[in-house]
């Protein structure tokens, strides 16, 4: 729980144990469902989606809007119809948002009919740079402290241009093994490269948080080190080299608003000066039954892009810090009666994914190969901690 | 030591007195298993007996028989049975000496006082020297009670049939005024309660009577009067030394004769028995156990009285308003104990001179310092330390008062190791002074003055500092027995600043101030027997600047905002009379008439018709002149009340209550948080408008010992402020657009259990009440929950509390506490969606749900030094344990997205039993 509530701090000095306990309110089952809607034009390259859903449960699964007619509208220029292409989700297949153009989405189904208000492209100003700064910050345990890395943005724009903003974060790191395996062992103490290498792999995660910021109520359209991501040494995040992908899409007063709104009511929600939690409605409504609230947002945004990276030797020790695995186990030919038995053996441990061949045991006088060295594959396989072994299009070493 | 000397010739003549033996009555009397209390009683009552007696003999068991015995056998009887000596004076008095013996040939060491201070007496000499002097004392209390006083000139007794007396009543050892004493005389009852300057008027039939004089925490006690004409009586009540039968809270008179419904009054002498958090005794929390006084959660600001906000609440000091009540987020009140004489909160039966805020008026009264000599007193709590310093000017004429207390929190958040709290600082000062000077009989003049600093800075993030001032000064003058005055100039300030420096380019200062100039002149006239008008004027100038936004350094970007300035002018002419129709009947009625007007400078906005008041509607924006009347509202508040006594011990009350408020805390949050704003009426803000029926019975047993009151009361209020969604209520110049007008309606019961005296004491109450609001204007946005009957903030139906103390002996007592109340109103999801991918939450209808129920007991050893009267410093310790079952009371519960989940959690102020160890000390 990083998050620990500012004011409390205080209070724990005091004696006060100011904490924070799971807690099952058991809210009755809403038989209300209402209709969301997410759905975005920018000024980058399309397709553009249109996700419709129905709200749910608190413990309910999505419920997908199917079959729905949906199209977006160009003021002053046409209208194009969205295809389905899964569930729920509605793809542009020509259109390309300009800036200084407005947009409204329409959507179709069940005998209603549901609309946007108009929303115009915005220019997004130009990232200056992003940047981070290692802090160490107390935990819990009063002994220890932790690292974490803190990412910054800084951006201007012209004085007369968008000064309300939204950031979307894209984390790509990469990780390896305790135990890397390179070769595969075919046999006869005969070994060839891998032709599954599992040692390097790419792990991705996209920050849950709502982030925006403004400049609204500045002398000059300039934001300084605005905060954008706090990120610690979790899932090896800095063993190797680490990337992270800011989006900033540039916002109108009222869609930065609803985002303060949702931020306020879904995140931020905890301290001892909470505000009473805000119903959030965005920009669409049903226009045959106005009555009928409508969740989510359709928005138009210009967008501008700046990707980071850290190296593992730019961080601290303690977040570069690997975590520890188990030995490796040692399939000694000595230890079988018969060396069919240690053949079968060995084969059966590598070629089953039980155990990763690391490497050959030789004697050390002759140089005979008296065994095998095995790892389990908790130590030798990325994929089995979420990464994937494709690199990414985009990386740079 | 000189007066000692003189004390022991008195005693000796006292003595020498008791030598004569009278003639000598028999007594019977046959007690098995009774208290010695109660034996007592039945004693005096049937024979012209007084026993004198400290309070740890009260529940002695006593077993014995006699009959036809002369009184010193008797004596002895007693005696033996309840193993202490007694002296028998004058064949009328008998005295508990505890184990010493007072033999009638007296000690020759008596007779060589000189000598014996010199020697430095043992330990022994001195309590047996401590004990003569207490039966010294005692004798002579006993005397001026039996004395009769001649009151007026002898040579005036027959102009009229009845005559005013009026008088001080003061404490004995330091000079005080006692506030809140009851005079009275019994069969018919008439009596009046002393007021904060320990005065007291009223009239009577000329002749002789018996007045009784008693005050909470005081030794009781009665005069004599011979009533020839208008005339003068002061009484000086004592304090401690013998009796410690203290109770905490009273309804002044008892509560069967008063006039009020929905009165308390507060006694901050044994606070300190009721465990607090972390050993700062703290008035406002000990509100906070009072039938229909509750709070938000743990630890907040504030209080809510019957189901009104906490700015409904006007908190006086002195008689000046303080506007931020709270230390260190709402932990604490900015009331120091140690310079508090009493509190008085009315929750309705108010009285015409009281207006401007509608659930209630807690009046918080400073205490005199010492007019007879120099003292000081501290205490230190692992959050503050405290020092008052008190003593005469003028011997018996004026005396000055300062009381400081600081925390020390930053050296100890800067010995911590973790990051967060070193960077962190937090501690709040306040001082208090009061400066009182009798002029001549008829005039007193009092000034005092408030000053308050609170400052937090969390993790080297924003710092805030807010400051409360106020000072007045008071003229008391009295024109004649029937009529006096008061009068009083005073002035408020609270400010507060807001400020980040962590990024130059956008480092920030935000300040808010308001100003309050008050004027008021309040006459008190006692035109006949049993009646009582009281008529005034007050006028109050607000003059604030709702906030204020500047760059802070070269290098901020920060483009200032500057909200208009408020003004606002509040006059009020009020008037109440009291009258006493039938020794059962006594009815008050009062008129106020408060008249507001919103001054310039300033601006208001007009709106297109059949539009809701959002910003997208202003059609035009009138700017106002200075000191132009841009809004005047008049509010008649009538206020009436009643009562009736069924019997000598139970009555039945009544009362109405009308009010108007013009000034109001703007807070979107549950909890009162240090940035929120006071803010004024205007054209656009309605004053908020209370109403409040209250109806009561009030019945006392044993005597008065013990009391039982229910109440129950009706509420409706118009203008409540509530807000929309999301309202951002900072620097807001349009407010407005971000409030929905709503009504307000309250109803309660109130059940009240009391025990005042006795080895046990305490109360038990119980309430059921509800607090609702409703939100229907004309526009979608102007309805909350579809426009029905909501709860409210302060919403929570059942409470019940226990306060309860237990003396062991003089020097050790226990109390013990337990607190329930329903959960407070929260309002909860309903229902979930994804949105870019992540599940987000709408929530369902305002306060629709409730977090858990809050259920608190806390236990508290409290050990005073002994009460030897020569010693220097006069030492005391108490240990408590606040939340010794360790529950994890719901301060609230909310909900997070995280990662791909909802998850609920319930945030709680304390999870563990909080130990303290507190100690004070007082140099005598």
Redesign the interface.
Known sequence: MRR????L?????????????????N?PE?D???V?V?GIVTDQPGPYTV?I????????D?DKVTGAEVSIEVQNGGTETLIETRDGEYETSTLQGEVGKSYRLNINFGGQTYQSTWETIHPSPVIDSVYYQIR???TTD?EE?EDVVQFFIDSRGPDDGPRYFRY?LEEVWKIGVFWPSYSDYIGNDQVVLTTNPRHTCWKYW?P?GINIATTA????N?L??HKIAFVGREEERFTRRYSILVKQFALEEKEY?FW???K????D??S?????????LGNLKNVTNPDESV???FSASGVQEERTYVKAVDVTPSLRRRPFCNPMDTLKKADFDMPEEYEETLLLAVNSGRSFFIGFYFSEIGGNVLGALLALPKCSDCTLKGGDVNEPEFWEE | MKKTGLQLILFIFLVANGLNAQEKPSFQGSYQQTYFIDMIEDLESRYDLKFLFGPELDSTIVDLEFSDVSLDKMVEKISITSNINFYVKNSTMVIATGKYKIKETLNPAIFNVRQLEKKAPSPDQESILDNIREIAELDRDNRMENQLIEIGKAINRFDGKTAIIDGFVKEAKTGEPVIGASVFKKSPLVGVITDQYGYFSFTLPKGKHVLFITSAGMKSTKRQVMLYSDGELNVELKNGIISLKEVVVTGERNTIENLQTGFANLNIKNIRQIPS??GEADIMKIALTLPGVQTV?E??AGFNVRGGSADQNLVLLNDVPVYNTNH??G?FSVFNPDVIASANLYKSGIGANYGGRIASVFDVALRDGNKKKFTYKGGIS??TLKLTVEGPIKKDTSSYLVGLRSTY?DW??SL??????RN?E?GFSDLVGKVSHKIDDNNTLILSAYHSRDR?K??S?SLYRYFNSNAALQWRHTFSKKLHAISSIAYANYNYQLSSDQ?P??AFKIDYNINHYALKTEFNYFPKERANVKFGVSSTLYDLQPGR?KPLGDQS???P?DLNKEKGLETAIFGGYEYELTNRFSVYGGLRLSVFNSLGPGQSFSYQPNTPKEEEFVTDTTFHSNNEFIKTYVGPELRLSGRYKLGEDLSVKFSYDRMNQYIHVLS????I??IDTWRLSSAAIKPQIGNQYSIGLYKTFFGTSMEMSIEGYYKTVNNVLE?K??ADLLLNEVLETDIVPAKGRAYGVEVLLKRKSGKFSGWLSYTYSRSEIQANGTFASERINGGRFYPSNFDKPHSAVLVSNYKINRRVNISFNVTYSTGRPA????????????P?????N?NE?RIPDYFRTDIAFNFDGNHRVHKRIDGSWSLSVYNLTSR?N???????????E???????????A?PTITYHFKLK
């Open positions: 620990v509530n500012k004011y701090v205080l209070l724990i000095y005091l004696g006060i144990s100011g904490c924070l306990d799971p807690f099952d309110p809210v809403s209300q469902s209402f969301v997410d996700k859903s129905r709200s749910t449960s608190l413990n309910g999505s160490t910050i107390g009063v402290d979307e996209e849950s109520g500045l002398k000059s300039v300084s080190k608003l303060k709104n949702l306020e009511s879904n995140e929600l905890g001892i000066f909470d505000k009473q939690p805000a119903r959030v969740l989510g947002y | 958090v972390m959660g630890g907040a260190l987020f932990f692992p959050v929190s100890i958040l911590l190791d973790d990051p967060d709290f962190s937090g937090f969390l993790n993030d990024n380019v956008n936004k970007l920060i483009l905002i979107n949050t549950t909890a948080s240090p807000y969604d999301g309002t909860f999801p309903i229902t979930k969606y994804e949105f870019k991918d992540k987000r939450v709408l929530y369902g305002r749900f994890a719901a301060y609230s519960v909310f909900f997070r997205a995280e990662g791909n909802i998850n609920g959690y319930k945030l709680s102020i304390f999870k563990n909080i």
